[in-house]
């Protein structure tokens, strides 16, 4: 399987990069990944909420494929527990979906044609957290989800 991250502006905290690495080092021994990284708009300040979306939007549309099962991290979209988005990934599989890719949006989200775009939603909580944070708990949640379905202690230990 095939899974690709596309997130709006680079992770900056050196903390935050490290976690990133290592999730994304053991991801490695499950599943191809990719990380596409947008850079954040520049002059965004002259532009209204709507344009930058827009603009954002166009990006991201520019990086995907048609052949993508396109996932938006959005605080509106379905919560998992960890074990639940598993099983989630795991149909994916056995199902033959062969490319999933999740979009973390700018920070006002996404252009309406992103949305219609997506064929599903994904909350991570219904607390709100910096983009350059969510990057990490994704990747993390994610490798929990591949050592889950190997039956692997990660989970549980």
């Given at each position: ?17 490290e ?34 979306k827009?603009k ?47 979009i ?7 252009s309406?044609?992103?949305y ?33 379905i ?8």
């Amino acid at each position: 399987m095939n899974i690709r991250l596309i997130g709006i502006g680079k992770t900056i905290k050196s903390y935050l990069i490290e976690g990133e690495a290592e999730y994304e080092k053991r991801l490695l021994r499950y599943i191809k990944f990719e990380e596409i990284i947008i850079p954040e708009l520049k002059n965004a300040s002259k532009l209204s909420e709507k344009e930058i979306k827009q603009k954002e939007g166009e990006l991201i549309q520019n990086k995907l494929s048609s052949g993508d099962f396109v996932v938006l991290l959005d605080e509106n979209g379905k919560m998992h527990s960890s074990e639940d988005f598993a099983h989630w990934i795991e149909n994916k599989q056995i199902y033959g979906t062969s490319k999933i890719t999740f979009i973390i949006g700018g920070a006002y989200g996404f252009s309406e044609e992103i949305y219609n775009r997506a064929q599903y939603q994904l909350s991570l909580s219904k607390m709100t957290f910096s983009h350059q944070m969510v990057r990490m708990i994704f990747k993390e949640q994610l490798y929990r989800a591949f050592s889950i379905i190997k039956g692997e202690p990660y989970h549980h230990s």
